[in-house]
């Protein structure tokens, strides 16, 4: 249970402990915690003064505040909280009300008014109110914290993403200025190559981001008409089929010779390439890699196979996480961005499916990808 503290500024002394005794055993329960109720904690003050001693020993979470007080008003009160950055949500007790002051209050920070007399549903209700607004407010401050947080680590992981491969770049042109490099236009060659493949990294880097930014907001344009799941496959296996040449790996598709499917090509042709690359770039040399269309009752299997290095259960529970890439002394060497998979995950749920994996180290992995056939969601 959670328990609010609640401070009563008021000058009658009936009034005060009425106040208490209403609340003293008064809970609400939030519609989207119900099983969570708020209870309350009550202190009371006599004047202004003593109000503003108890707040600075403790700021209470919701104030009850006569607006007429001997010495120090109510308003005064508001007043010196503001300055002194007390936040408690004030509910207002006053029968002496008039517009004016109520839009005085108001502008000093009050959230709503409570008319003397009152009965102890009409302080129920009103407290209830004021916890209402109270706990969104706090929902909203959780979320923009949080917001704030994650925008800090994405740009403190995306820094560090790009600091490396622009100091590289940097070094190969140093090369380049100061002569290093010799007049061999092998040598010279080299330098460059070596420049245009960390040129090269950046740039996926900022497409997957680009990609990654455009599916979560909604805003990515998708052109969705009949495809064929097994052209897909087909495109990326031979776009992949060079560097698995390169290091003897053998590439196998099997499937139907249709693969029919509503969705945007350009989406599946995402799904596949990162599915495939990954497998021969984490592949073993004279490895294979397996790529399998299988329908069923709901939509289509994908899945892609690997003899490569494999990996532990905790590292395949988190490879879908932004900028997650397993880190050893296998995987070293091997660029990427660690954004890949997360975008195949986030694909295949605008298709209804999921991603997932299995693997175990030394022995391989197989990814598998769901997308039902089903109109998919727009974003």
Same mark, same amino acid.
């Given at each position: 249970?959670?328990?609010?503290?609640?401070?009563?500024?008021?000058?009658?002394?009936?009034?005060? %402990?009425?106040?208490?005794?209403?609340?003293?055993?008064?809970?609400?329960?939030?519609?989207?915690?119900?099983?969570?109720?708020?209870?309350?904690?009550?202190?009371?003050?006599?004047?202004?003064?003593?109000?503003?001693?108890?707040?600075?020993?403790?700021?209470?979470?919701?104030? *009850?505040?006569?607006?007429?007080?001997?010495?120090?008003?109510?308003?005064?009160?508001?007043?010196?909280?503001?300055?002194?950055?007390?936040?408690?949500?004030?509910?207002?007790?006053?029968?002496?009300?008039? *517009?004016?002051?109520?839009?005085?209050?108001?502008?000093?920070?009050?959230?709503?008014?409570?008319?003397?007399?009152?009965?102890?549903?009409?302080?129920?209700?009103?407290?209830?109110?004021?916890?209402?607004?109270?706990?969104?407010?706090?929902?909203?401050?959780?979320?923009?914290?949080?917001?704030?947080?994650?925008?800090?680590?994405?740009?403190?992981?995306?820094?560090?993403? %790009?600091?490396?491969?622009?100091?590289?770049?940097?070094?190969?042109?140093?090369?380049?200025?100061?002569?290093?490099?010799?007049?061999?236009?092998?040598?010279?060659?080299?330098?460059?190559?070596?420049?245009?493949? /960390?040129?090269?990294?950046?740039?996926? %880097?900022?497409?997957?981001?680009?990609?990654?930014? /455009?599916?979560?907001?909604?805003?990515? /344009?998708?052109?969705?008409?009949?495809?064929?799941?097994?052209?897909?496959?087909?495109?990326?296996?031979?776009?992949?089929?060079?560097?698995?040449?390169?290091?003897?790996?053998?590439?196998? %598709?099997?499937?139907?010779?249709?693969?029919?499917?509503?969705?945007?090509?350009?989406?599946?042709?995402?799904? *596949?390439?990162?599915?495939?690359?990954?497998?021969?770039?984490?592949?073993?040399?004279?490895?294979?890699?397996?790529?399998? *269309?299988?329908?069923?009752?709901?939509?289509?299997?994908? /899945?892609?196979?690997?003899?490569?290095?494999?990996?532990?259960?905790?590292?395949?529970?988190?490879?879908?996480?932004?900028?997650?890439?397993?880190?050893?002394?296998?995987?070293?060497?091997?660029?990427?961005?660690?954004?890949?998979?997360?975008?195949?995950?986030?694909?295949?749920?605008?298709?209804?499916?999921?991603?997932?994996?299995?693997?175990?180290?030394?022995?391989?992995?197989?990814?598998?990808?769901?997308?039902?056939?089903?109109?998919?969601?727009?974003?």
């Amino acid at each position: 249970m959670q328990t609010l503290r609640v401070l009563v500024v008021d000058d009658e002394t009936g009034m005060r %402990l009425a106040i208490a005794r209403v609340l003293s055993g008064f809970t609400v329960r939030q519609a989207d915690a119900p099983d969570e109720p708020i209870a309350f904690a009550v202190e009371t003050a006599e004047t202004g003064e003593a109000a503003l001693d108890a707040m600075e020993r403790a700021v209470p979470d919701l104030l *009850l505040l006569d607006m007429k007080l001997p010495g120090i008003s109510g308003l005064d009160v508001l007043k010196e909280m503001s300055e002194r950055h007390y936040e408690a949500l004030t509910v207002m007790i006053t029968a002496y009300a008039t *517009l004016e002051t109520a839009i005085d209050a108001t502008k000093r920070g009050a959230h709503d008014f409570l008319p003397k007399p009152f009965t102890p549903d009409e302080l129920r209700v009103a407290v209830r109110r004021a916890v209402r607004h109270l706990m969104v407010q706090r929902q909203a401050h959780r979320l923009a914290e949080e917001k704030r947080q994650v925008r800090f680590q994405f740009i403190s992981v995306l820094g560090h993403e %790009l600091k490396a491969p622009l100091a590289a770049v940097e070094g190969f042109l140093q090369i380049l200025k100061d002569g290093s490099a010799g007049d061999d236009p092998a040598v010279i060659g080299q330098v460059v190559d070596r420049a245009l493949v /960390r040129t090269e990294g950046m740039r996926k %880097l900022i497409v997957d981001l680009l990609n990654l930014t /455009r599916i979560e907001s909604g805003q990515k /344009r998708r052109e969705l008409a009949h495809a064929d799941l097994r052209e897909a496959a087909v495109a990326a296996i031979e776009t992949a089929s060079s560097a698995a040449s390169a290091r003897g790996i053998a590439i196998a %598709l099997d499937g139907p010779d249709k693969a029919p499917l509503v969705a945007d090509r350009g989406e599946l042709e995402i799904i *596949l390439n990162n599915l495939v690359s990954n497998a021969v770039k984490y592949n073993r040399d004279g490895g294979r890699v397996d790529v399998s *269309l299988e329908q069923s009752a709901s939509g289509w299997l994908i /899945r892609v196979a690997d003899t490569g290095i494999g990996m532990a259960p905790e590292d395949a529970g988190r490879l879908f996480q932004e900028f997650v890439r397993i880190r050893n002394e296998e995987t070293r060497h091997i660029a990427g961005t660690g954004l890949g998979l997360s975008i195949v995950r986030k694909l295949a749920q605008l298709y209804g499916g999921d991603a997932t994996v299995e693997s175990e180290p030394g022995r391989g992995s197989t990814f598998t990808v769901t997308l039902k056939t089903g109109t998919p969601t727009r974003g």
